[in-house]
């Protein structure tokens, strides 16, 4: 019996121009993605990978594939390919200044706080929040909620462990009172579970298949339960 040639493990024919201007058209339409002129080299890096396992020989192949699949996988992985998830603790560290020195005074005034971290990508910005507003807003009760288009970079975000560079910026109180230090099979740390936390995804997507570790609560809406007790007490 011979092998399918379509499985065959070989190069995909180079991304045309329309075929370029095709994955553009459905990333913007799809999920809001504005891929300019000048990026078809990154897109053809980027999906090099999906294009090259799926036995397709060429990007527009791949391309109708994608939009004729019913169960919305492939454009799943399309986007988890195209998304930068460019992310850091304390990016724009001027704009955390301001929070901690202006506006927290405000929000303290509140008997709860509830803060949406749009595009969070990997979720290091939901865990900043949370532990600048844990440190100067001790008695408030607060809710940060993280979303973002790509599942791979949200099981990230609820996964909370970072290697060490990339919590090298942190205050050494942060890094004590909020995180545990792991040795194996590299340096990392984890997010203490001491103040919860939610992930919400979009109603065409599901963790079903997954060990996420994280509870269910409604359709589209997870929660990171606490190790204390077992015993789930809501955010801080």
Known sequence: MTRDARWVDTAPAPLATREFEEIRGLAYHTFGLELKHGKEDLVSARLQRLVRSGGFRSYGEYYRHVRSDPTGESLMALIDALATNHTAFLR????????????????????????????????????????????????????????????????????????????????????????????????????????????????????????????????AIYRKPLKQGGVWKGSS
Request: glycine share 8%; aromatic share 8%; proline share 5%.
């Open 92 to 219: 724009e560290a001027d704009h955390y200044e301001f929070l901690r020195e202006r506006i927290a005074a405000e929000l303290g005034r509140r008997p709860a706080v509830e803060i949406w971290s749009a595009a969070c990508a990997t979720g290091e910005e939901v865990w900043s929040l949370v532990l600048l507003l844990r440190e100067a807003l001790p008695a408030t009760r607060l809710r940060v909620i993280g979303s973002d288009i790509s599942r791979k970079a949200l099981r990230q975000a609820a996964d909370a462990v970072y290697p060490a560079g990339r919590v090298a910026c942190l205050p050494r109180a942060w890094l004590e009172t909020g995180f545990t230090r792991n040795a194996s099979p590299q340096v990392a740390y984890a997010v203490k579970p001491a103040s919860g936390g939610y992930l919400f995804v979009g109603h065409a997507e599901s963790l079903s298949g997954l060990d996420h570790g994280l509870e269910y609560v409604r359709p």
